[in-house]
């Protein structure tokens, strides 16, 4: 499998990594998550500029129909600036939903105005009719227009213009939500096996989408704490030198590659028969490295990884919550697991690795 960049994506990920470099500063992110959502996510303007917001919309509907590989890259690239905006969640996963919805006035809408970036639309998994108002709760659903949610077979858009809403932070510094919105803003977009099947892709793309941002802001953290081995000093000398720690560091470092390695493989193969294996063991083996990469940054650095002035506590807080996010690991290893014993995974040497690699990690 060839895993070079081409020249497009080289240049896409050139300029999200200096997007980042220019506008996600520590300081500047800290106050962004210190402060209530607003109306607007800063930096959404940029993304539409230079298209990410379109990026996997079709080119007949406004956007670059680019494979979800491109998508992938540049989550992981925004996902080392400590990413506080609804990329994966309306570029990436919602876009996945409408698509493989049947092509109607308000789908077909809903896609060209994510990809001209003026409007927003995030998945829900919580969701429920209280007292004839639809009430669904969800990742960014402050700055959302409309909330995609599966309710009684159906695939539902609920737009929130005249809803009531109610948003805050997170732990980790994203923003969270809970809107009201009336039957009379609420659109079928797709029904029955139609529905489940856009929900599902929907599900796999967001997995993938947050894998990637987990992998970009685990190499952030990586570097910070390279840095810091290289300039703290103890007897006279970097404590990057002593022989235990940087063995600790080689140790992460491998499986960070291991887990960016499977996230490739599976943008790739998603929507194959063998892709959803492949998510799974890259699922699997990105929690086994977010947790230890997590851990070891915030050991490494001693009291000051804990504190608020530094950029590891708040980076570090958002890698637990991708893990949150993603899923439950041993579900996925367990559906591995099955795959192999029936002889699925024996049909391709990529899949024996992965496979391998998901159920010998630790």
């Not at 379109?54 to 670059?64: F, I, N, Y």
């Not at 308000?106 to 429920?128: C, E, F, N, Y």
């Not at 489940?196 to 910070?224: C, K, P, T, Y």
């Not at 990529?350 to 391998?356: D, K, S, Y």
Request: charged share 25%; proline share 3%; glycine share 8%.
């Amino acid at each position: 499998m060839n895993l070079d960049l081409t020249d497009e994506q080289s240049m896409l990920v050139a300029s999200c990594d200096k997007l980042v470099k220019n506008r996600c500063t520590f300081d500047a992110r800290r106050e962004q998550a210190r402060q209530l959502p607003q109306a607007w996510p800063k930096l959404w303007a940029d993304f539409a500029e230079l298209g990410l917001t379109g990026l996997a919309v079709p080119e007949s509907l406004g956007g670059s129909g680019r494979p979800l590989i491109d998508g992938a890259l540049v989550a992981q690239s925004l996902g080392r600036g400590w990413l506080l905006e609804p990329f994966v969640d309306c570029a990436l996963a919602a876009v996945a939903m409408l698509a493989r919805c049947p092509a109607d006035a308000t789908r077909d809408t809903a896609l060209r105005s994510i990809a001209s970036g003026h409007k927003i639309m995030v998945p829900s998994r919580r969701a429920s009719w209280r007292e004839e108002t639809l009430v669904v709760e969800a990742h960014h659903a402050c700055y959302a227009d409309g909330v995609l949610t599966l309710l009684d077979d159906r695939l539902l858009l609920a737009l929130t213009a005249g809803g009531r809403k109610v948003f805050w932070r997170q732990f980790d510094g994203t923003a969270g939500g809970r809107v009201r919105v009336p039957p009379s803003a609420v659109f079928k977009l797709a029904e029955g096996e139609a529905a489940h099947s856009a929900w599902r892709i929907g599900d796999q793309v967001a997995r993938l989408g947050r894998i990637a941002e987990g992998v970009g802001l685990a190499r952030s953290i990586l570097d910070i704490t390279a840095d810091y081995l290289r300039t703290r000093k103890q007897f006279g000398q970097p404590i990057g030198r002593f022989q235990t720690l940087a063995h600790r560091m080689a140790d992460c470092l491998i499986a960070h590659e291991q887990a960016g390695s499977l996230l490739l493989a599976a943008a790739i193969r998603l929507g194959s028969p063998d892709g959803t294996r492949t998510l799974d063991a890259a699922q699997v083996l990105a929690h086994r490295a977010f947790r230890r990469i997590g851990q070891e940054a915030v050991q490494l650095h001693g009291g000051i990884g804990m504190t608020d002035e530094y950029q590891i506590s708040h980076c570090v807080k958002r890698l637990l919550a991708i893990e949150l996010e993603l899923g439950d690991a041993d579900m996925a290893l367990r559906r591995l697991a099955a795959a192999r014993s029936r002889g699925e995974a024996e049909a391709d040497p990529l899949e024996r690795i992965t496979t391998t690699m998901a159920a010998a990690s630790g």
